[in-house]
């Protein structure tokens, strides 16, 4: 029983990290992300719980500093967001608030599991940097601590920014396959997703080899809506390059999207 308590007094820094990720990734997963209170409770589970989480696990021998510990939280947790993303981006799952919340909250989760089993056995009552009397700082760890709270708070300002200077909330995909062929030539098929916030209207041109042979000049897609057609392209004896051009309305003279399909006969 006194060794239970020990532990518990030795690992309440970890036991606080755990409850707080998993209040900030159930908030991040049930709460609609336009709620600006969820938006701050989440910064820690980017900015901070990583870190310190991967801290106290890798180095769970040592007697950090403040100024230390919070370098390395900071540091590790920027590293983690940007792998993490590089790594989402590959993924179905894409930037979502949805995915973030889980893969952070998963390597925050997993990174306290290895702390506390490391701790374990460890006769130190309780983490250096909480104990009474070691929080001063040198000037050299405010120097650190103090660049290292200049990159977080750019990082988020960087995101902020490029996050409102967005053109579009959403995207529009195009595509063009062939789907075969038959005596009266190629057949194609050309597709229109709108992924964009609102409704769009569209005009699609097909050109075979710089020739305009097609044109839809009003396509009209709600939001999530999808517009698809087949072309039948004359033969050819030669490779041909098959091209399809996507404006908005609203912006006619300017290609929105530009996707090319070549055919080897």
């Known amino acids: 029983m006194r060794g239970n308590t020990i532990m518990r007094l030795r690992s309440v820094d970890i036991f606080a990290v755990v409850a707080i990720t998993l209040v900030a990734a159930v908030s991040a997963l049930l709460v609609p992300p336009g709620v600006v209170l969820i938006r701050i409770s989440a910064l820690p589970l980017v900015l901070v719980l990583p870190g310190y989480a991967l801290t106290c696990a890798l180095f769970h021998n040592r007697s950090l500093g403040v100024a230390e510990r919070l370098v390395y939280s900071l540091g590790l947790s920027l590293v983690v967001v940007i792998l993490g993303g590089l790594v989402l981006n ?100 050309l597709g229109v997703r709108n992924k964009e916030s609102t409704a769009v209207e569209y005009r699609l041109d097909v050109n075979v080899d710089g020739k305009l042979v097609k044109e839809w000049p009003a396509i009209d897609l709600e939001q999530n809506g999808q517009w698809e057609a087949t072309l039948v392209l004359p033969p050819t004896g030669s490779a041909t390059s098959v091209e399809a051009d996507l404006y908005r309305t609203d912006a006619p003279a300017a290609i929105y999207r530009h996707v090319v399909l070549w055919l080897s006969t």
């Open 90 to 189: 590959l993924t179905q799952f894409g930037l979502r608030a949805s995915s973030w919340a889980v893969l952070l909250a998963g390597i925050t989760l997993g990174a306290s599991a290895v702390a506390l089993v490391r701790r374990r056995g460890q006769s130190t009552p309780a983490p250096g940097w909480l104990r009474a009397g070691n929080v001063g700082l040198t000037w050299r760890q405010g120097l650190l601590l103090g660049l290292a709270a200049t990159i977080a708070c750019g990082a988020v300002a960087v995101s902020v920014v490029g996050a409102e200077r967005q053109s579009y909330a959403g995207f529009t995909q195009l595509w063009i396959l062939q789907a075969g062929g038959s005596n009266a030539g190629t057949v194609v098929r």
